[in-house]
């Protein structure tokens, strides 16, 4: 049972470059999000799904953009990577977009722009 | 607006002693909350959700968590910590009277449990 599955785990790039973070989830959920971790700041969210086609904005969706054609990858796009961008990315996973339906996490990634 | 407080950034407890990690609230409505758990290079663990009812709730790993409206607090205990309940705890809210679908999680605090 893989669960919340991300490439790569880490990465480099240079300012200005563009990546795409993969996300793919086996679980069927409908919800789908992703969150940038930095120290002492917790976890922000990003862009976030309620499904296939449905995507929306979170706490900090600036530089970053996202599509969910299907209900099993939501790919997370940096559009001209910048040194603040500088993270740990993770993705989650729920069942839908019910308020009590806990959140499944894959392992990150890290991810330094130079 | 919703928000989470984690006082602490950091926990020290002997192994074998009572561990608390605090979490403190705020919503406009009923509160949804959680307790998630981070090891080393991974991804965030789901350990134990108030929605409604009894206010102490049991999650995975022997802890538990208890709601208290008056306070705004949603602490995470456990009876006698282990070695390996090490890591970076973070409490997560979201308010049910917000129309969000956004869980907010607290800054985290890492738990060091001493040998």
């Known amino acids: 049972n893989a669960g919340v599955t991300q490439t790569p785990k880490f990465q480099v790039l240079k300012t200005g470059q563009s990546m795409t973070l993969q996300c793919a989830q086996d679980?069927?959920?409908?919800?789908m999000s992703w969150y940038r971790q930095d120290p002492g700041m917790g976890l922000r969210l990003i862009h976030y799904s309620v499904g296939a086609g449905i995507t929306d904005q979170g706490e900090v969706p600036n530089g970053y953009n996202v599509s969910r054609s299907t209900t099993e990858d939501f790919p997370l796009r940096l559009l001209s990577a910048a040194p603040s961008q500088t993270s740990v990315y993770f993705c989650a996973s729920k069942l839908d977009r019910g308020f009590h339906q806990p959140q499944h996490f894959g392992d990150g990634t890290r991810l330094s722009i130079l | 607006a919703q928000s989470v407080a984690q006082p602490e950034d950091q926990v020290n407890v002997a192994e074998g002693n009572p561990l608390t990690v605090k979490c403190t609230y705020s919503v406009s409505g009923n509160p949804y909350l959680f307790w998630y758990v981070q090891y080393p290079n991974r991804g965030l663990q789901f350990l134990l959700k108030y929605i409604t009812g009894d206010n102490l709730v049991k999650g995975s790993y022997g802890f538990e968590a208890e709601f208290n409206k008056s306070q705004t607090s949603f602490h995470l205990k456990k009876p006698s910590a282990l070695v390996s309940d090490s890591a970076l705890y973070f409490c997560a809210v979201r308010d049910s009277g917000a129309g969000s679908y956004q869980l907010t999680f607290g800054k985290g605090t890492k738990l060091s449990v001493i040998p």
């Open positions: 679980m069927n959920h409908e919800y």
